[in-house]
């Protein structure tokens, strides 16, 4: 049975979790969702394939359904090995990220909270409070959103325990017992105990899934080392040597996913490193500084006022805290000053000379957002105000000048704030509200009372401590020169009778509301209906029932800045309104609704439909993805490096959508098309589509065809809209056709005239329209003037397969298995930089044929083709009989020899076999993978099994267990010794 006195040790952990639930009330006790930025668009999609995954007892390796094919295991921001994740595999993806940020809210608190308490020395409230400024302070909180981070972020205070208990000695042990201990009970136990708990946690914050934080953490832990040997004045050898095991031991703890992720980040776009530029963006600007660092009050999404990036505030209150915390005459709290300071140093990035200089360093070129190192300052700084709460809790002061620096830093961050709107990145910031300099000024006012009080306390007992020992008043008092001889002066009167509350229970509860409020702005309370991703649109449900039964299935590839209203915006709008939701609610809902509708970023992932595109700003996609993709882009455009096609095509000088060349749709196996109607033109009501849809076979280029499932129409007149010189209309190939309307302008265009011309069209029964150059017509549309009726064409082979608030496009000739047969028409390159350069230039060279296969290969010629009769091809059958995200098999029978391509992801670990022997897998065409096929009947295996799988599992594994034994083994060593 658990004593009182022990389970009391307990009640400030619970206070942390009911605190949790507080801070994040909406998220713990409604529906409402999280459905906005990386949450909507990049988590809950793979969260889904992950749970998915898991609930079918399998790890998730690979998935089909972005960047035409990806690792999804190597990617660590899907956190597959971390534990917490596997609880919430049952829920869905919104679901499991609200329980997620529930616990781990609770638990960056009890981090917090043993690490104020045992590094930091704080009493017990002291500690809570410290505790509650890092856990719901602005920072921590507002990476909400990036809930990997978020995860990561948690782990930071218990791993810097685990490093200061090991320089420090057993937290078990009191400091006037450490001298018998160490005589009755050999230190070896307890060191191995903290080892194996410091390199535990390491790999639970990697497993979590952002490496950078786990690079930010590593700085921390270097300057408590530093900090420590300084204060010890001695090199502690053994404490060292501790910390170098524990690095090693969770190397090997998290070797599952640290070796697929490095195998990844050397295939990654990002694999060279970034440059000073990259590695610079998103730095925490001055301009934004006291945006950042003070609070914000408006209503939960009124405004974008910061990106959350940016946001590492503690409230005004915890900001005088802190500053007292570094008055203090403790010797310790030089390390949470350096710790804080080095964090703010760092997060200026781009606007801090040094860090400019270090950013191509190894480590800090491998990522961007500098910003993000204020997770030091907000660690530091909680630190500092929960030593600053102690020394008003013990009578203690801090010297006048230091208040009247505090207020005139307070004033500087005030007036900063009207230059937020100066950001030089561009970034969205706006300028404080009557409502937040009002909070400001509050909480200003709250800090000079609470100062006025104790100065008054010190005072008070400056005065006893003189009469005691005989000595005269203060000269504070009766001059009037100390704080509260100012504060009178201006008519102020403060009483501090012993019926009030003391400053430190005031300067306690003023800090923890200060930041509730401020809370209310933060992404966490900024949500929404939970259809916004439980509800499909109509673009996904008739996208699924196209690819309903067939095997392999085509892609898809969405162009759309998503700038259009949904057609039934008012019906949503209404109905969100009798929900009760915000109007910040209702447009994340709708914002959500249209990325729906488009199937944007990472979304196919989570409804089966497999993209040619996809999102990260990790280490995907490999840098083949990126090569192939630039001969998507237009002319002149970078190669993309973290996907995002539809934004980078969705431009204004191709009607909003600059639809790449056929050939590179059909090598991408793209059967469908996404565009939304922001460009497409209306005149006189008519309608034309301009979405420019490229011609995939050169005899029918200038042909337009009405759609199949198109109803047929008895036009009489054809209206035609081009682009360039109006005397030179299109002129049209086949019928009698006369130019009935001379030309008109009827829009513009990336500041380009757009003109419609009209003819008389005298076959009413042909809806076809040949033109003898199309290179400047921009869409066609038939007219039934007497009815004012109208038909809409394409170019050839295009179908419209939907048309709501996007269009839909099915390709013509749909990428699927290539069959190459003739040898004259296979090359190798080197499987290099080099030989992917070659690659892309030999596809883009026009006298090379369109069926040329080329290798990458530094391995022997794949063997030779041989010929086949041309009559025989017909014969040659591929029956598909199982096709997996990760495992694909197929019976073929030919007549010859075959060099099959599969416009598949080509990537390290996918393995082949035929009829039971080994073949190997090419990498062609850039980035896709090609097999060789004897003739014959074959039956062939194409499968993703990395060999590093097993063995990774198997050893980090029994780490594991290693690991769990040893803190069982410390655990009992210590209860036996009477000091657990």
Not at 489 to 496: A, C, D
Not at 510 to 536: C, R, Y
Not at 900 to 913: M, Q, S
């Amino acid at each position: 049975m658990i004593s009182i006195p022990r389970a009391r040790r307990f009640l400030p952990l619970i206070l942390l979790i009911v605190l949790a639930l507080v801070f994040f009330y909406r998220l713990a006790f409604t529906d409402l969702i999280l459905a906005r930025g990386d949450t909507f668009t990049y988590f809950y999609p793979y969260w889904t394939a992950r749970n998915a995954a898991f609930m079918e007892g399998r790890l998730p390796l690979w998935t089909p359904d972005l960047f035409m094919g990806a690792p999804l295991l190597a990617n660590p921001q899907i956190g597959t090995f971390y534990p917490p994740n596997w609880i919430v595999a049952p829920l869905s993806a919104p679901d499991g990220v609200r329980v997620s940020i529930l616990m781990h809210a609770a638990w960056a608190g009890i981090g917090a909270y043993v690490l104020a308490r045992r590094a930091a020395k704080l009493s017990v409230i002291a500690a809570l409070l410290a505790s509650v400024i890092y856990a719901f302070g602005g920072h921590v909180t507002a990476h909400a959103e990036q809930v990997n981070q978020y995860q990561g972020l948690s782990w930071l205070p218990f791993i810097l325990f685990c490093v200061h208990t090991i320089f420090r000695g057993n937290p078990a042990v009191r400091p006037h017992e450490q001298a018998n201990h160490a005589k009755r009970v050999s230190l070896v136990a307890p060191t191995i105990t903290w080892v194996f708990a410091l390199s535990a946690t390491i790999a639970l914050q990697f497993f979590s899934g952002h490496t950078q934080t786990v690079f930010i953490t590593a700085t921390a832990a270097a300057i408590l080392t530093l900090i420590t040997l300084i204060q010890q004045r001695r090199i502690a050898v053994r404490s060292i040597l501790a910390l170098i095991a524990a690095a090693v031991i969770a190397l090997v703890l998290a070797l599952p996913q640290l070796i697929p992720t490095l195998e990844l980040s050397q295939l990654s776009s990002r694999g060279g490193g970034m440059t000073a530029n990259e590695a610079t963006a998103f730095s925490f600007s001055p301009f934004i500084a006291g945006r950042g660092l003070l609070p914000n009050y408006e209503s939960a999404g009124v405004s974008e006022y910061l990106s959350t990036e940016y946001i590492a505030h503690i409230g005004v209150i915890g900001l005088a805290l802190a500053w007292i915390g570094m008055f203090t005459p403790i010797k310790h709290r030089w390390l949470w000053i350096v710790l804080a300071g080095v964090g703010l140093f760092f997060a200026f990035g781009l606007y801090n000379p040094v860090y400019t200089l270090i950013a191509g360093l190894p480590g800090f070129n491998l990522f961007r957002v500098p910003a993000r190192w204020l997770a030091l300052f907000a660690l530091g700084a909680a630190m500092l105000a929960g030593m600053g709460l102690d020394h008003v809790r013990t009578g203690g002061s801090i010297p006048r000048a230091a208040w009247i620096i505090f207020f005139a830093g307070l004033i500087a961050l005030v007036t900063s704030t009207l230059l937020a709107d100066r950001q030089p990145d561009g970034t969205p910031t706006s300028t404080p509200t009557l409502i937040t300099a009002i909070g400001w000024g509050i909480a200003a006012f709250i800090v000079l009372v609470i100062a006025i009080l104790i100065d008054r306390k010190a005072s008070a007992k400056s005065i006893d401590s003189s009469v005691t020992t005989g000595e005269s008043n203060s000269p504070s008092l009766n001059s009037g020169r100390g704080l509260g001889g100012e504060v009178s002066f201006i008519g102020m009167r403060v009483k501090n009778g012993r019926n009030r509350l003391p400053p430190y229970i005031l300067f306690t509860i003023a800090a923890v509301l200060e930041l509730f409020l401020a809370s209310h702005t933060l992404p966490h309370n900024d949500l929404t209906a939970p259809e916004a991703w439980s509800a499909e649109r109509f673009t996904i449900s008739q996208l699924q029932a196209y690819q309903e039964g067939q095997e392999p299935t085509g892609r898809v590839l969405s162009i759309s800045n998503t700038v259009f209203d949904p057609g039934d915006v008012a019906a949503l709008t209404a109905r969100y309104q009798s929900m009760g939701l915000s109007p910040a609610a209702i447009r994340n809902a709708l914002v959500a609704i249209k990325l729906k509708e488009v199937v944007a970023g990472n979304l196919g992932l989570a409804w089966g439909i497999p993209s040619i595109d996809g999102y990260d700003g990790g280490i995907l996609p490999t840098r083949w993805y990126s090569a192939f993709t630039s001969l998507m882009l237009p002319e002149g455009a970078p190669p993309t490096t973290d996907g995002r096609l539809r934004e980078l095509l969705a431009r204004e000088e191709c009607f909003g959508a600059c639809v790449p060349d056929a050939r590179w749709l059909n090598l991408a196996g793209v059967q469908y098309v996404i565009t939304d109607k922001v460009y497409h033109l209306w005149h006189d009501g008519v309608a034309f589509d301009t979405t420019p849809l490229p011609v995939h076979s050169p005899p029918y280029e200038g042909q337009y065809v009405a759609p199949e499932n198109a109803d047929r129409l008895q036009a009489n007149a054809v209206d035609v809209l081009f682009m360039g010189d109006p005397e030179q209309a299109p002129v049209i190939s086949r019928g009698e056709a006369e130019i009935l309307e001379p030309p008109i302008e009827i829009a513009r265009v990336a500041n380009q005239p757009v003109w419609r011309v009209r003819y008389t069209w005298l076959d009413p029964n042909v809806n076809a329209v040949f033109f003898e150059n199309a290179e400047n017509v921009a869409a066609v549309t038939l007219v039934d003037t007497r009815t004012g009726a109208f038909l809409q064409l394409l170019p050839y082979g295009w179908q419209r397969v939907l048309s709501s608030d996007i269009n839909v496009y099915e390709s013509p000739s749909a990428g699927g298995v290539g069959l190459y047969m003739d040898t004259e028409n296979v090359i190798t390159v080197p499987d290099n930089e080099q030989g992917t350069q070659t690659a892309l230039d030999m596809l883009r060279n026009p006298t090379i044929p369109l069926n040329t296969l080329i290798f990458a290969t530094d391995a022997p010629y794949p063997p030779d083709v041989g010929e086949v009769d041309p009559l025989l091809v017909n014969n040659i059958s591929i029956t598909v009989v199982e096709d997996q995200a990760d495992y694909m098999r197929f019976m073929i029978a030919s007549p010859g020899n075959l060099l099959l391509f599969f416009p598949d992801a080509y990537y390290p670990g996918w393995i082949a076999t035929i009829d039971g022997q080994p073949m190997p897998v090419y990498r062609a065409q850039v980035m896709f993978r090609a097999l060789y096929i004897p003739r014959g009947y074959s039956d062939v295996i194409l499968q993703y099994r990395p060999a590093w799988l097993i063995p990774t599992l198997v050893i980090g594994g029994a780490g594991w267990l290693m690991v769990a034994l040893g803190i069982a083994f410390g655990a009992v060593r210590q209860k036996t010794t009477g000091q657990g």
